[in-house]
């Protein structure tokens, strides 16, 4: 795979996407790191794409990270202005239909949960902890599924596939803007707790003078006037070195 920059965890919107990716390409070239090719979307394999020995920069998640990326650097974490984030931390929302909005989390015992993937924080790590106080004897569900997306998660409640879903806040308020019926008929009813957001990284490879380059392109990227709405767009409001051991306590 060549996409050795890319931003394929909150592609609602592949032209928002797109012009971030071209900014942070300008930003890195202005300091000797060049990304050639165009913006791309590695959606097939992305942990081949993370594991790419030449990869500049890309944005994972931090289950994966602690539990499939053990050679991986962290650059750092953008903050998100979306509803549920506080700095560089991020939660999901527990999703149901609107009518059982009055429910707890108690109430969808022995019901049908959906989950993104089995190597999301937000959609399958992050749920599971939340229901490990409520367990008592045997599973808490009566059925756990795998879409593939949170997108597809959100249609399968919708159609009464499942009942009840653990969405990224992000997610949510990116599909809010770019495609409302996507939450038509649902109700985000509870969250998770805050936990570190989805990671920045680069390859093992990357010397400590280009990491130190990728981080300084970033803050310029949320900081400087230009780029202010290129991030708006994508509900970037903030850039922050964080370390590898922010998500040790992640696995449950």
């Known amino acids: 795979m060549s996409n050795l920059l890319a931003f394929p965890m909150y592609a609602v919107d592949r032209g928002d996407t797109r012009a971030l990716w071209l900014a942070v ?17 590695p959606e097939s394999d992305l942990l081949a794409h993370w594991q790419q020995p030449e990869l500049i920069l890309s944005q994972t998640c931090g289950y994966p990270l602690v539990t499939q990326l053990p050679e991986v650097q962290v650059v750092g974490c953008f903050h998100y202005t979306a509803a549920g984030c506080e700095g560089s931390q991020y939660r999901s929302f527990l999703v149901a239909r609107a009518e059982e909005r009055h429910l707890t989390l108690a109430d969808f015992r022995g019901r049908r949960a959906v989950c993104n993937s089995e190597d999301s924080q937000s959609g399958y790590n992050a749920l599971r902890k939340k229901v490990a106080p409520l ?26 596939k499942s009942d009840i879903a653990a969405i990224d806040c992000v997610t949510w308020a990116l599909l809010e803007r770019h495609e409302p019926e996507r939450l038509a008929g649902l109700a985000a009813f509870d969250r998770t707790p805050l936990t570190p957001g989805l990671p920045l990284i680069t390859s093992r490879r990357t010397s400590p003078e280009t990491l130190s380059a990728i981080r300084d392109a970033l803050r310029e990227l949320v900081s400087a006037p230009e780029y202010r709405k290129v991030c708006a767009a994508v509900l970037i409001g903030g850039f922050s070195v964080v370390s590898r051991q922010a998500y040790a306590s992640l696995p449950a």
């Open 25 to 41: 390409q300008h930003l890195l070239a202005a300091r000797g790191v060049p990304v050639g090719g165009a913006p791309g979307w």
């Open 135 to 160: 367990i008592v004897d045997g599973p808490f569900f009566s059925q756990t599924s795998f879409s593939g997306s949170h997108r597809q998660s959100l249609i399968d409640v919708q159609r009464g």
